[in-house]
C-alpha cells in the first residue's frame, strides 16, 4: 500500500504479549461513564471515542474485563490507524482496493492468541475446539502445509461506520468495505468465509479517516443479558446499568423506576448495587408479569452460579398517583414514554409534568435525585419549567438509541417541600 507506514515492530509484539490493547463499543454520548467504570473496576487509563471506549490492560488481568456492565460490545484491537486517507475525492475502487490490501500490513497472530485466551476463560477450558484452531497451517520440514494438525477459522466481517461532517463523508458502503476487506484476510490468510457458522467476527470500525480493526470477544452484545420476557420498549440492560451509574447509589438506598416496563432498571440496581432496595411498577397490565419473569431468569443464573439472589419489589400502579409517602424514595430511575412505540407526544405535555411532580412529593428533599431518560426533549424542558422549584438539572447527556437522539436528564431534589 503506498505511502503507508510500517505499523509493526518487534517491541509492539512483545508488548501485546504482555498487555491488551481493548476497544468496546458503548451507547454514543455515554463514552464518559463508560469509561468511569472501567477507571473503577480495572484501575486503567480509558481514551474515548465516538461510540466506543479504548483501554489497556495486563493480559493476566483479561478475565476481568468480564464484569464491566456498560459495554456493549468488546474486542481486541489488531491496528489502530489514525489516517488512512479515505477522501470523498478519491476514486471508490482505489479506496476499496486499498482495504483489501490493508490485511497483508496486518499482523494478527498477537490479537487472535487473546481472542484464544479470552474464549477459554469464559468456557473455563471447556471448548476442546479452539485448541485445534491455528491463524496459519503448521509446515512440515519441506516446506508442505500440514493441514491436518490444525483447523483455520472460519470468519466474517463486521464494518461499522460514521462521519463527522458532509466533508468527510466515504464514498462507499459498510457492505462494500466489508467485502473488500474480508476478501483480502481470505487471500492472505487462507481462512474461510461464513456469514452465519463463524469462529471469529472481525471488526472494521471506520470514523472519518480512522481505521480501527479488531477481533470480537463477545459472541453477542451485553445488553441482552438481564432480559428474557421483551417488551416493545425493553430498555437495554447497558444502558440501565448507565443511569444507575449516573445516579450515584449509595448503600440502603431506595431506587424506584414507576414506569419499570420489563424491569431493565430495577434488575440493574439490584444486580450490581446489591446494597440497595428497589421498588418497580407500571401501569400497564403486562409490565410486573415481565419484570417478573426477568428477575426470575437473573435469579436462576445467581443460583447456578452460587451468587446471592436479586429482590425487586414489583407493583402495578398509576405512576402520577404513587402509593407511597412523602420523603420515601432516595433515587428515581426510570426510562419515559417517547410518545413513538408507547403512548403519544400530545399525552407527554400532561403526562411528564405530572411525573415530575409526584416524583417531588415522593423523593428525598435534599438529598433525593432523578435519572430519566427521554427522547421528547420539547415535553420535558416544559415539565422542567412547571416543577423547577422543585428539581434542578445538574447535567444532560446527549446520546444516540438506535438512531433516536434522546436525553438522559440528571436531576437534584430542592430542599422545597410540596403541601
Known sequence: MAGAKEWKTQDDDSILDEFCNICATVTIGLESLCAIECEQKLACSVTPGRGRIYFTIPRKRLREIQHLRSVENLFVVVEDIADFKLSVQENVEMILQRLYHLPEQLNLKPAFDIWKEYKDLCTGGKTKALQHIEISASESSTGENITNEVTLPRFRVTCTRNHSNSDLKHAFTSMQAAAKFGGGINDTYGWTVDLEDYDID?????????????????????????????????????????????????????????????????????????CSFNIAGDNFHMAPKRTQDNVDFVNKQCYSMT?????????????TCLPLKTDAIDVFISDLPFGKKNGSMKKNWQLYPDLLKEMARVCRTKTGRAVLLTKDKKAMARAYGQSVKYWR???????????????????????????
Not at 451485553?222 to 449509595?250: D, H, Q
Not at 447527556?397 to 422545597?416: M, P
Open 202 to 274: 472481525i471488526l472494521l470500525n471506520i470514523v472519518d479517516n480512522h481505521v480501527v480493526v479488531g477481533i470480537s470477544l463477545t459472541e453477542k452484545s451485553l445488553f441482552r443479558r438481564n432480559i428474557v420476557n421483551f417488551g416493545p420498549t425493553t430498555l437495554k440492560s447497558t444502558l440501565a446499568y448507565c443511569m444507575a451509574l449516573a445516579a450515584e447509589i449509595c448503600e440502603g438506598d431506595v431506587i424506584c423506576d414507576p414506569l419499570c416496563g420489563g424491569g431493565s432498571i430495577p434488575i440493574e440496581c439490584a444486580k450490581e448495587w446489591p
Open 307 to 319: 451468587t446471592k439472589q436479586i429482590k425487586v419489589d414489583n407493583l402495578q400502579w398509576d405512576a
Open 393 to 419: 438539572k445538574k447535567y444532560t447527556y446527549w446520546i444516540n438509541i438506535g438512531g433516536l437522539q434522546a436525553a438522559i436528564y440528571l436531576l437534584q431534589r430542592t430542599s422545597i417541600p410540596i403541601h
